[in-house]
């Protein structure tokens, strides 16, 4: 699983002209799924999702949890995460089929909001417009499948 997560002021998502989501302070996260992933990976990205302290304390470093700094989560799928760019026209064959990606899509959404988050969402496979305004800017890419953990 790949998620590409950004500190936000705000963020929303958009489909067919109207609002399918919105937070304030908190993370925009682009989530993927790849075909080999399992519960497993689900559960380690929302772990991280939750518990990653990239908030400021009293000090001005980095050290508060999303929990403790009332952060909101808006998770969207995002398929392109797993592009196959060797060419000039990418590939998307490492990303997971609808009737594989949505259920742990589903799941991470889940295991957040079991964690007392707001989290709001786009719609899986929708054309979505989103719109955010980037804290920092703070972007962190997490890859379940990096040699170099998440």
Known sequence: MRAVLTRV??????????????????FLVLLGVHTDDTEAEARKIADKICGLRIFHDEAGKMNVNPSDAGAEILIISQFTLFADCRSRRPGFTEAARPEK??????????LCRERGFKVETGIFGAEMKVESINDGPVTILFDTASKHGI
């Open 101 to 110: 990606a949505i259920p742990l899509y589903e799941m991470v959404i889940s």
């Open 9 to 26: 002021d705000s963020a929303s998502v958009t489909i067919d002209g109207k609002v399918n989501g919105a937070i304030g302070k908190g």
